[in-house]
C-alpha cells in the first residue's frame, strides 16, 4: 500500500483506514492532505490534530469493555468498600455477555454500585449474599428495583427470602464463567462461600476473614461447625486460590489458602483450642443487629431508613 505524504506526521496511510496514534481515521480527512497541494508541511500536524480530535468527539458515547477489563482482559472485577461496616462489596461480571453478579451489597452504596453496573454497560443477573448480615442492611432488594431482571439469592438454611434459595453445589452462571456455591456455616447457620474456579478465587464471607474469621456467639452460630467448615469446605481449595472477605477492619483486602492455613491465629490451632479462643472472645452486642437482621431476612425491605423507603 502506498505511504501517506504526512505519514512523517501522523502516520496516516493513504486509505485513511489506520492511524498509528488514533484508529479508524475518516478518509475524508486522509483526502485533503494528499489532494491539497497549497497546505505546506507544516500545517500538517495541525490537520491531523484535527482528525484526531473529530474522532474522539464521534467516539465519546461508544462503549467498548476492551477498556473496563483489567489486566486480566476476560473478566471485569471490583472490590468494593463500604466504609462505615467495613463491608466489601464485589461485582463480577463476562466483558463479553456483558452478565454480571454483585455478592453482599450494602444499601448505602447502592447509588454507587448502580452507577459502577450502568457505566460498565452490565447486566446485573444477580445480587446475592454470602449470609444473613447483623452489620448492615443488604441491598439486594433495592438493587432489585433498579435493575427488575435482577434476582436475589441466599442459602436456604438462612431462612431469608430470596428469588433463589441456594444449597451445597449449586451454580450461578454468568456469561462463560459459574460461582460454585460451597455451605460454610459456623458464623451463622446459614453461611456460603463462593467459588471462582476459573480465576481461582473464592468469596469467604465472613466465614474466613484475613487472619481471623466471624465470631459464633449469634445467630445460630457454633464454634466447632466453622472450624470444620474452613478446614473441609475452604482450606480444601488449592493453596494459591485468592480468598476476598466480607469485612476487614485493618485494610487488608485479599488472603490466600496457602497463608490462612500457615498464619491464621485461630484457625491453624486444633479444634478445642479454637472453641476456646472463639468462647473467650467476649466481643459486644452488634449495634446494627436490630435493624440489620429483620430486614435481611426479607432481602433488606423491611422498616427501611426513610430515604431508602421512598425509592
Not at 41 to 66: H, I
Not at 115 to 130: F, M, Q, R, W
Request: charged fraction near 25%.
Amino acid at each position: 500500500m502506498a505511504t501517506c505524504r504526512a505519514r512523517l506526521f501522523c502516520g496516516l496511510n493513504i486509505r485513511g483506514l489506520h492511524c498509528s496514534v488514533n484508529k479508524c481515521t475518516p478518509l475524508s480527512a486522509v483526502r485533503k492532505l494528499h489532494t491539497n497541494g497549497q497546505k505546506s508541511r507544516a500545517e500538517l500536524p495541525r490537520l491531523s490534530n484535527l482528525v484526531l480530535r473529530q474522532r474522539r468527539s464521534d467516539c465519546q458515547f461508544s462503549r467498548s469493555m476492551s477498556g473496563f477489563v483489567g489486566k486480566d482482559k476476560d473478566i471485569v472485577f471490583r472490590q468494593l468498600l463500604e466504609y462505615k461496616s467495613f463491608t466489601y462489596s464485589y461485582l463480577v461480571a463476562d466483558p463479553d455477555t456483558k452478565e454480571a453478579i454483585l455478592i453482599d451489597p450494602v444499601i448505602e452504596t447502592v447509588p454507587r454500585d448502580s452507577k459502577i453496573v450502568k457505566d460498565l454497560g452490565l447486566n446485573l443477573k444477580y445480587a446475592i449474599n454470602t449470609h444473613v448480615h447483623a452489620d448492615h442492611i443488604t441491598g439486594t432488594g433495592f438493587l432489585k428495583k433498579q435493575f427488575p431482571m435482577c434476582k436475589s439469592a441466599i442459602s436456604a438454611a438462612s431462612k431469608a427470602g430470596a428469588d433463589i434459595k441456594l444449597k451445597e453445589g449449586d451454580k450461578l452462571t454468568f456469561g462463560k464463567y459459574e460461582l460454585e456455591v460451597r455451605s460454610t456455616p459456623g458464623h451463622t447457620n446459614g453461611c456460603i462461600t463462593y467459588v471462582w474456579h476459573e480465576k481461582e478465587m473464592a468469596f469467604t464471607g465472613d466465614a474466613l476473614l484475613v487472619r481471623g474469621c466471624g465470631r459464633t456467639d449469634f445467630q445460630e452460630g457454633s464454634s466447632e461447625t466453622l472450624y470444620n467448615s474452613v478446614h473441609n469446605k475452604i482450606f480444601s481449595l488449592p493453596p494459591n486460590y485468592t480468598l476476598y472477605p466480607a469485612h476487614d477492619y485493618t485494610g487488608q483486602t485479599s488472603t490466600t489458602v496457602e497463608e490462612e492455613k500457615m498464619m491464621n491465629p485461630r484457625l491453624t490451632k486444633s479444634k478445642e483450642e479454637f472453641v476456646k479462643i472463639m468462647k473467650e472472645l467476649n466481643l459486644p452486642y452488634p449495634k446494627q443487629i436490630d435493624k440489620a437482621l429483620p430486614a435481611n431476612l426479607v432481602c433488606g425491605l423491611y422498616n427501611l431508613p426513610e430515604e431508602f423507603s421512598k425509592s
